[in-house]
């Protein structure tokens, strides 16, 4: 059986303007997936700003696979149509995490400084 490092919380809030598919506007739903798992938000008929307001739970168990987002219009006598995609890393916020951020204030960023020979490091930096 394989460990789990941990959960992820994903919170699927809204579409802007996307792509109509059929003729008047789309049924669009995100397909979520990671690893072997699967998830689906529930489809907003004819809307093309719609907004789910859903949070997922995936469970992490290899921190190297990423999370992959899929964005659907909803058919129902032919085969779904690809509305677009993302692909997000999730190996900056378990890096986060292990160095204990969890309780920084929303929008602070969080850069890498790597040793040069203009700024004097011995090894890597973290700034916040």
């Known amino acids: 059986m394989e460990e789990l490092v941990g959960l992820l919380r994903i919170r699927v809030k809204k579409g802007i303007n996307i792509a109509r598919r059929d003729s008047l506007s789309s049924d669009p739903f995100v397909v979520i997936t990671m690893g072997s ?3 689906k938000t529930r489809t907003v008929e004819n809307n093309c700003n719609p907004e789910w307001n859903e949070e997922l739970t995936l469970a992490i168990r290899h921190p190297n696979e990423s999370v992959n987002l899929i964005v659907y219009d909803k058919d129902t006598f032919t085969s779904h ?3 677009g995609d993302a ?3 999730i190996k900056p916020f378990l890096d986060v995490h292990k160095m ?3 309780k920084l204030p929303d929008g602070t960023e969080i850069k890498r400084v790597v040793p040069t020979r203009d ?3 011995a090894e890597t930096s973290s700034i916040c």
């Open 119 to 121: 700024n004097y490091l």
């Open 81 to 83: 149509d690809k509305m």
């Open 87 to 89: 692909k997000i890393d």
């Open 37 to 39: 798992q699967k998830l």
């Open 100 to 102: 204990g951020l969890e």
